[in-house]
C-alpha cells in the first residue's frame, strides 16, 4: 500500500483551513500550524495533527520536523514578512514542495526570487472564475493554468446535440482540445473522434486564454 503523502498548513485563515479541510476529507496526513490556540483548538479534530508554534522561528521548524514533509503550504497572507521569512526558512531546510499564497504582485516576485514551488493567488484566481461564470450561462467553470492557457467547463448547446467531435471539429475551429466529457455521473477522458456530443454535456476544454474566449462568444451567440 502506497504512502499517504504528509502535508503541512501553516496559518489557519480561511485559505488555510479550507485547505486543511479538503486534504483531511482525501485522507492525507495534514499538520496544521497557527500562533492562535483558538483556530488550532477548532481544527484538532479535522487533521492528524494541529499545533500552536511560530514558523517564523527556524528551531520551531526543524522540532516539528518540516523537512520530512512532503508539501508545505504557507497559507499566510496578510502578512508579508513572516510569509517570505516562512517560505525562505522552509526552502533552506529543504522541503521538497513549498506552496506559498501570495497577496499581490510584488508579494509573488518575492516569493519567486526565493524559491517558492508554487504560488496563489486565491482571491485574484477566484475573481476570475466568477467573472467568465458571471458573463455566460454556458461557462460553469475556469481554472487559469498560466497566463496564456486555462481549462473550462462548458455546457453543449443545442447546436452541438447529437454530433460527433469530428463534425464539430473544435480542434480545428478555435484552436483548443477537448480531454474529458461528464455527462451525469458518467465521464469520458480523452474522448475518440467518434464521441457524440447529447446537449447539457459538460465538455473540458483546455487551450490559450484567446481560443477559448472565441468559443465563448460562439456559445453566447447560440444562446441567444
Known sequence: MAKKKEFAVIGLGRFGSS?????????MEV????????KINEYANIVTHAVVADATDENVLKSLGIRNFDHVIVAIG????????ITLLLKELGVKQVTAKAQNDYHQ??????????????ERDMGKRIAH????NSILDYIELSDEYSIVEVIASQQMNNQTLIDLDIRAKYGINIVAIKRG???????LA???IHQGD????????ANIKKLEKQLMLEET
Open 19 to 27: 485547505i486543511c479541510e479538503a486534504l483531511a476529507n482525501e485522507g
Open 31 to 38: 499538520l496544521a500550524i497557527d500562533t492562535d490556540e483558538d
Open 78 to 85: 496578510d502578512d508579508l514578512q513572516a510569509s517570505i521569512l
Open 109 to 122: 516576485k518575492v516569493l519567486e526570487k526565493i524559491g517558492a514551488d508554487h504560488i496563489v493567488h486565491p
Open 133 to 136: 461564470y458571471a458573463v455566460s
Open 185 to 191: 455521473n458518467d465521464v469520458v477522458v480523452s474522448p
Open 194 to 196: 467518434e464521441q457524440r
Open 202 to 209: 459538460i465538455l473540458i476544454v483546455i487551450g490559450s486564454v
